[in-house]
Nanobody, 119 residues
């Protein structure tokens, strides 16, 4: 398993959750890492992405509420989610853009973790 996620669960609206993802050495080196989500009946969408240098970008719907961070020494990426809303309910997937093939980039995905926000 190349990416292992943890931290999903059930929370009330307005609450917080923190998702974590650890990358295995088999996919090193890694360029950007990020989090995507997929709600029932909808396409998978980018939530947040962080480059190897620390540059970040967020979906408009989560700006100001979610924060992505990365620890290159531990090869982990976290997503701190605050002020959660019912519309944040989805399966969240960790993503890594690997350079292990010698060129950019091969995408790897975690198994997904459920986040449910009740109203």
């Amino acid at each position: 398993v190349q990416l292992v996620e943890s931290g999903g669960g059930l929370v009330q609206a307005g609450g917080s959750l923190r998702l974590s993802c650890a990358a295995s050495e088999s996919i090193f080196p890694v360029n950007a890492m990020g989090w995507y989500r997929q709600a029932p009946g909808k396409q998978r969408e980018l939530v947040a992405r962080i480059s190897s240098g620390g540059s970040t970008n967020y979906a408009d719907s989560v700006k100001g509420r979610f924060t992505i961070s990365r620890d290159n020494t531990k090869n982990t990426v976290d997503l701190q989610m605050n002020s959660l809303k019912p519309q944040d309910t989805a399966v969240y997937y960790c993503n890594a853009e690997s350079l292990n093939s010698g060129s950019c980039c091969k995408f790897y995905w975690g198994q997904g973790t459920q986040v449910t926000v009740s109203s």
